[in-house]
Every structure is written in C-alpha cells, then in structure tokens.
T-cell receptor
Framework: GENVEQHPSTLSVQEGDSAVIKCTYS??????FPWYKQELGKRPLLIIDMRSNVGEKKDQRIAVTLNKTAKHFSLHITETQPEDSAVYFC??????????????FGSGTQLTVLP | EAGVTQFPSHSVIEKGQTVTLRCDPISGHDNLYWYRRVMGKEIKFLLH????????ESGMPNNRFLAERTGGTYSTLKVQPAELEDSGVYFC?????????????FGSGTRLTVV
C-alpha cells in the first residue's frame, strides 16, 4: 500500500518568511495530492490539491510542486502570516486503479509563524 | 450548506467501556469516510461507505471497531471494549462523488481518551 512521509514535523518561521513542507510517497500509481490545514481544535480543510498531470500549482501565497520521478511533493507558503499557523497534512491517492478511494496522509507539520 | 457534523466532540471513557461516535455527512454525499489520528501521528484511513454499503474497511484495526450507516445517512462508529491505544481523534469526512474529485469535507473530529 501507499506510504507517505512528511517533513519537518515542526517548523517555526518569522512572519513574512517562506515555509516549505515536503512529502514523499511510495506508490508510483498515486496521482492526486491534496494538502489540508488544521487549525487548533478545528476540522482539516483542503487548501490546495493537484493531480499528477501538472508539476506545479499556485494559489495566491500557496504553491505546490510535484516531482513524479522522485515521488516528492511540496507545499510552499510565501509571505507567511500568523494566521498561517496550523498543522498541515499532505496526502496521496491513486484515483485510477482499483476501487479504493482512501487518502494516505503524512504525519503532519506543525507550522508556527512568529510575529 | 451544513458541514460534516460529528459528536461528541470529546469523550473520556475507561478501558473496557463502550463508546459510540456519530457522524452526519453533508446532505446528498453518498461517500462517507472514517479516519483517525493517534498520538499526533498521521491521519489513518479506517473505512469508506458508499451509501449504506462498506466499500472498503481495510483500515479497521480489529473487531472491536464496528461501523454502521443504516439508511445511508448518518454513520456510527462503535468501539467495544475500548483499549488505551484507541485514544486519538476520530475524523469523519464525506464527498459528493466516489473519486472525491470535489474533495473531501472533514468534520471537526471526536477526541477520544481512554483511561
């Protein structure tokens, strides 16, 4: 089955700096890569996702990149703000083979943006 | 649109007791998923319902866990008898389509503590 590893587990940055969270996956058939943000005590929210037919996707201050060969994908947050502080989860899924629709998540990154 | 609702939000029970968690998905979402996050680790898949049928229950840890979705609306997850290692946050999610093309919507989770 799929295995997703996420690093770092904790990340502190100064407000205005950039933050990068990296994930690797094991199943080369995975083709859908969402990122979720979970603020303290709240539900995980989908913030951005991408499919393997693109290498990069950007939405305002958030960008995701994918290296299919190396099976790496990353989340980049620029000009960080205190409200970006949260736990971020990466995930992967194979949408094409079989009937499984489960997401395999990374272990999460606690991002703290220091004012 | 009402989101995914889970209750209770917190539950503290003694080892050996029974607990039942409930999830109300977004109305019209046939696909309902249970996940859990144990001890700050990754969010792990438990099972997937399509309407009232269990599409995939490969993530259920053992037979102390029983999930039901009678009538294809809300779902319950019963743990009987609860063990210490069952402590964690149990998330429910629903999606409009089986492929999750429109993404999952997560509930806020039930924090289960077994003492």
């Amino acid at each position: 089955g799929e295995n997703v590893e996420q690093h770092p587990s904790t990340l502190s940055v100064q407000e205005g700096d950039s933050a990068v969270i990296k994930c690797t996956y094991s199943d080369s058939a995975s083709n859908y890569f969402p990122w979720y943000k979970q603020e303290l005590g709240k539900r995980p929210l989908l913030i951005i996702d991408m499919r393997s037919n693109v290498g990069e996707k950007k939405d305002q201050r958030i960008a995701v990149t994918l290296n299919k060969t190396a099976k790496h994908f990353s989340l980049h947050i620029t000009e960080t703000q205190p409200e970006d502080s949260a736990v971020y989860f990466c995930a992967a899924r194979d949408d094409l083979s079989g009937s499984a629709r489960q997401l395999t998540f990374g272990s999460g990154t606690q991002l703290t943006v220091l004012p | 649109e009402a989101g995914v609702t889970q209750f209770p939000s917190h539950s503290v029970i003694e080892k050996g007791q029974t607990v039942t968690l409930r999830c109300d998905p977004i109305s019209g979402h046939d696909n309902l998923y249970w996940y859990r996050r144990v001890m700050g680790k990754e969010i792990k898949f438990l099972l997937h319902f399509v309407k009232e049928s269990k599409q995939d229950e490969s993530g259920m840890p053992n037979n102390r866990f029983l999930a039901e979705r009678t009538g294809g609306t809300y779902s319950t997850l019963k743990v009987q008898p609860a063990e210490l290692e069952d402590s964690g946050v149990y998330f429910c999610a629903s999606s409009q389509d089986e492929a999750g093309i429109y993404g999952y919507t997560f509930g806020s989770g039930t924090r289960l503590t077994v003492v």
